[in-house]
Every structure is written in C-alpha cells, then in structure tokens.
Nanobody, 119 residues
C-alpha cells in the first residue's frame, strides 16, 4: 500500500515536499521503480519524476521537462518512503500528485495528494 502526503496550498516561488509512504514491504529489500505523476483537471497524467532502487544496472533518474531543474526525487529507507520535492513552484504545478511503485510484475498506486499553487 502507498499513501501520499504533503500536498498543500502554497504560493508561487515556494517549495513543496511530497511523501509516499510504503507499507507492507521494506523498500530497502526490494528492487523497484518509483514514479511520481501528476494530473491537473482536464489534462492528461504527466510523469514528474522516476527513480530506480539502488542496484546494478540502475536506470537514470528521470524528470519531466516541466519540472527539470526544480524537482528532486529520493528514497528514505529509514522512513520507507519515496519523496518528491519541487522548488520554485509555479501555478502550473497545481495538480493531484500520485505515487507509483513497481516491484516486478506488481504495480502499486497511492490515492493522490493535492498541490495548489497560488500566483
């Protein structure tokens, strides 16, 4: 199970940090690919960031063009979370943010957390 948190209403230029808490599996013991997506009303779902668990052949960390240079995705093995920080947020960052983790053939999703950026 994945549960996102950290969504809030912020002003343009602020930072926001989102957390995706995994339960039922310690992420430090598994090979996984973690992603943060977002979806704004009337728009398609957009990949924000992607991170592979530390392992041989680990793929590159990927950021969507709209957040490149402003976003950072990371894992916290102690807290068992996948985190996303976006700096210098813009009104166009307003969306519901979803966490996804793939472990082998299994894919887990969270329920989403809302980020609203006011001008």
């Amino acid at each position: 199970q994945l549960v996102e948190s950290g969504g809030e209403t912020v002003q343009a230029g602020d930072s926001v940090r989102l957390t995706c808490a995994a339960s039922g599996f310690p992420i430090r013991l598994y090979k996984w690919t973690g992603r943060w997506y977002r979806q704004a009303p009337g728009k398609e779902r957009e990949l924000v960031a992607q991170l592979d668990s530390p392992r041989p052949g680990r793929g590159p960390t990927i950021y969507g063009e709209s957040v490149k240079g402003r976003a950072s995705i990371s894992e916290d093995n102690e807290k068992n979370t996948l985190d996303l920080q976006i700096n210098s947020v813009k009104p166009e960052d307003t969306a519901t943010y979803y966490c996804n983790m793939e472990l082998g053939t299994e894919s887990y999703w969270g329920q989403g957390t809302q980020v609203t950026v006011s001008p």
